[in-house]
């Protein structure tokens, strides 16, 4: 029998209430992610290229930890490699169960996705400066990646050096990478393509207008006859 971390007395709407007040926030503002690459950048290059590359290209936390210097080769064409999350990896990458086996999965059933020019050569110049030549997010002993405990580590120490909610979490940066390219292109499908989604209902979960570009919006309306 499992018993339920809520109390059992409540209504189906306490219960509804409460389960949505203990999720994690999804979505931080621009001005979040600058604070947050502020104070990763006070922490180490590392820190910093970790909170960039997860919320400028959109990536999965275990994706981003199973990057390899060999996925930079196409990266003078603007494009990444990336090591995929089918079902059942990621879940595994969580939980560090069978890492090795688990990210080899993943990486060979990598895909190649366009990023922007200057996010290409930030990553360019983070391998040549750090001096990388396996994963670019190396764990203690060089030979593998980090996991994903220290990276929830990493970016609560820059979420709480930027006083930014407690409930964020590494994940918000995808849901930021999502929902700046709708406000940019306001083309769903390219949200979908970019953040590898199986379904566009999917992406529409990290569409949340910000109450500035609400009024923009508006504001841009004809006007009312």
Avoid at 149 to 163: E, G, P, S, V
Wanted: with cysteine.
């Amino acid at each position: 029998m499992t018993l339920s971390k809520y109390p059992t007395n409540l209504t189906p709407k306490e219960l509804g209430l409460m389960r949505r007040k203990n999720r994690r926030d999804k979505f931080i503002s621009a001005d979040q992610f600058k604070a947050l690459l502020d104070a990763a950048q006070q922490r180490s290059p590392r820190d910093h290229a970790f909170i960039y590359i997860a919320g400028n290209v959109g990536l999965r936390v275990g994706e981003v930890l199973a990057l390899h210097v060999t996925d930079c080769e196409a990266l003078d064409n603007n494009y990444l490699r990336i090591p995929t999350e089918k079902k059942g990896v990621k879940k595994d990458i969580k939980r560090n169960r069978n890492r090795a086996k688990t990210i080899e999965r993943a990486r060979n059933n990598a895909i190649e996705i366009p990023i922007h020019p200057d996010v290409a050569n930030y990553i360019l110049k983070y391998i040549h400066n750090q001096n990388i030549t396996t994963w670019l997010f190396p764990g203690r002993n060089q030979t593998k990646p980090m996991t994903v405990m220290n990276a929830q580590y990493i970016f609560d120490q820059c979420r709480k050096a930027a006083n930014l909610p407690l409930r964020l979490s590494p994940h918000a940066l995808r849901h930021f990478r999502g929902l700046t390219l709708y406000e940019t292109t306001g083309n769903l499908t390219l949200v979908q393509q970019q953040l590898r989604h199986a379904s566009v209902r999917t992406s529409l979960t990290y569409i949340h207008l910000s109450d500035t570009k609400a009024k923009e919006y508006i504001n841009a309306l004809p006007p009312v006859i």
